[in-house]
């Protein structure tokens, strides 16, 4: 399959790209999973802890209210009972939806019944406060109370401490296995690109000293790149060329060679024709002279 320049970097790309999503992917799993359980301590056990505190101050501003309108011979505030109950059931039922820790609803049962009993007994001390033992067993109810209350408290806060100490385990395990990603991919990247780059560079640095030994007329300079893309092409193409221009190289040589043989003929004819016509004109003297001696001879003879 014949892969183009524009092809290859393109599928470099796409290669840094696909770290780069990895790497996000990884840290957004990560992220995620630390931000469920940060929630879940948040929403579950931060919040059962609310509630109970909530529960406690109300039933201690009723006890309050009960102690100090006994002690003082006084008919209690009864808007401030009821209203601190309200609170107090308000908060219950909020805890209720908000189980999460094994035995938790036991605890909330035990306080749900407990609440009920102590309000009735509640309601039974402002028809008649001045008992003092509807004020003791109003105090017994609010101990136990008050210590179920502590006890539920107590279970979430010792949930978060675990959830907060497997968070910091998982946030340190984030951590070491983000580091190896990251200098993972980083290490795949930095290869990547040295190799990418040391392709091209390898290929246009060849070519330019190719082209360089051309215009100093090296004629016998070759272009040899493996594969089959564009630089292949361009080497067969300088080849090409560069025997062209051998074989016309060779070719003026040859003809310098012809020339400079045809004038040194030439100049050998010259000095031939030379010859012959001074030899010509030495026979027509030899001529003249024995056409002179024959007429002497005739005159002579005459006299």
Do not use: W
Not at 208 to 226: A, M, P
């Amino acid at each position: 399959m014949k892969f183009s320049i524009r092809t290859k970097f393109g599928v470099g790309m796409v290669f840094i790209f696909i770290i780069i999503l990895v790497l996000l992917v990884f840290s957004g799993f990560y992220l995620n999973k630390l931000s469920t359980k940060t929630s879940a301590i948040l929403k579950e056990n931060y919040l059962s802890v609310v509630y109970a505190r909530e529960m406690a101050e109300g039933l201690l501003n009723v006890n309050q209210e009960i102690t100090t309108s006994f002690l003082e011979n006084r008919k209690p505030d009864n808007s401030l009972i009821r209203k601190e109950l309200v609170f107090v059931d308000e908060s219950l039922q909020l805890e209720k939806n908000n189980l999460t820790e094994p035995g938790e609803d036991k605890i909330t049962s035990g306080i749900e019944t407990g609440i009920k009993e102590y309000s009735g007994s509640v309601l039974k001390f402002m028809e008649l406060p001045g008992q003092a033992n509807n004020v003791l067993l109003l105090q017994k109810k609010f101990d136990d109370l008050h210590r179920q209350i502590l006890d539920l408290s107590q279970m979430n806060g010792k949930a978060i401490e675990v959830k907060t100490d497997d968070a910091k385990v998982s946030s340190k395990n984030a951590l070491t296995g983000m580091t190896i990603l990251g200098t993972i991919c980083f290490l795949i990247a930095l290869s990547f690109i040295y190799s990418f780059s040391s392709y091209f560079n390898e290929r246009f640095f060849q070519l330019y000293n190719g082209i360089k030994e051309i215009v100093s007329s090296n004629y016998g300079q070759r272009l040899y790149f493996d594969g089959i893309d564009e630089f292949y092409e361009i080497s067969l193409l300088f080849n090409q060329m560069a025997e062209k221009l051998s074989e016309g190289q060779s070719q003026s040589q040859s003809q310098q060679e012809i020339t400079l043989d045809f004038l040194e003929d030439s100049e050998n004819d010259d000095s031939f024709n030379d010859i012959q016509e001074l030899k010509s004109v030495l026979a027509r003297l030899k001529s003249v002279e024995a056409e002179a001696e024959e007429v002497i001879s005739k005159i002579e003879n005459t006299k």
